[in-house]
C-alpha cells in the first residue's frame, strides 16, 4: 500500500494559495441588513396609509346599507327608526373597524314638514382609531356626506 503526500496548503487553503471565500463577511451581512431597514423605514408609514384607507370602506358600506334600511323602514311606518339593532343587527360595523349611531332627532336641512330626519355616523375604533385623517363618517336622509379628521375639521372631500 502506498501512502500519497497531501499538500496542506491546497487542502486548507483552496488551488490558488488562498483562502475560498464561503457565505458573506459580517460588513456585507451589515450592508444588506442596513438597507433593508432604511427601505422598511421608508415603506411601513405608506403601507399603514393604505390600511387605513382600505378599511374606510367598512364605514361608507354601513352608513349606505343603514340609509337604506332606514328608507324602509319610513317607507312601512312613515317614521325613521332609532334602533341599530333593528336596522343593521348592532352599533358595530361589519369588520368591526367603527362605532356606529342613528340620531333620528336631527333638524335642519333635509327634514320633512313633519321633522322626519335621520342622521347616521361611524366613530373609528380599536386599530382604525389611528386614522387620524378620517376619523368618523356621517350620512343623512338626502344622501349629504360628512367626515371629519381627529381634530374635527371637515375632511369629506378626501374622505368620502
Known sequence: ???TRVDVTTVFLGHRGFASRRGFSLIELMIALSIVAILAMIMYPS???SIEKSRRTDAR???TEIAAQQEKFYFKDSRYSDSLNQLFGGTASREGYY???VDTT???TGCGA???CFKVSATATGTQAGDSNCRSF???NIGLKGAS???GSDTTASCW
Open 138 to 140: 356621517t350620512l343623512n
Open 47 to 49: 403601507y399603514t396609509q
Open 106 to 108: 336631527a333638524s335642519g
Open 1 to 3: 500500500m502506498e501512502i
Open 61 to 63: 358600506a354601513a352608513l
Open 99 to 101: 362605532v356606529l349611531a
Open 149 to 151: 379628521n381627529d381634530n
Open 114 to 116: 313633519d321633522g322626519e
